[in-house]
Nanobody, 123 residues
């Protein structure tokens, strides 16, 4: 079972940047899809961005396109989310997740989750 640990959250002003990291323990197969979700208070968990571990194809929700960039470091078993031009509405707990079966934006299909890291964007 792969374990995921997020880091890098914090408090930032609107317009600022943060870089989230997700460290994975255990072997990650090429077919695995690693994603970032977020959940704001009172809202459902939503897909933010994802990457195919093997080929590196990336996917983004429309709300973050052009502002967020997902990447991976295969040798380190890590996935990153660079978040620029942050908005107050980006405030949420951000989760790293792994789906062994490939690309999905549905949180119910994911097999492993990290504990989450808080991102707070102030106005």
């Amino acid at each position: 079972q792969v374990q995921l640990v997020e880091s890098g959250g914090g408090l930032v002003q609107a317009g600022g940047s943060l870089r989230l990291s997700c460290a994975a323990s255990g072997r990650i197969y090429s077919s695995t899809f690693l994603a970032w979700f977020r959940q704001a208070p009172g809202k459902e968990r939503e897909f933010v961005s994802g990457i195919r571990w093997g080929v590196g194809n990336t996917y983004y929700d429309d709300s973050v396109k052009g502002r967020f960039t997902i990447s991976r470091a295969k040798a380190e078993n890590k996935v990153f989310l660079q978040m620029n031009s942050l908005k107050v509405e980006d405030t949420a707990v951000y989760y790293c997740a792994a789906d062994w079966n490939g690309y999905s934006t549905q949180y119910s299909s994911y097999d492993s989750w990290g504990q989450g890291t808080q991102v707070t964007v102030s106005s």
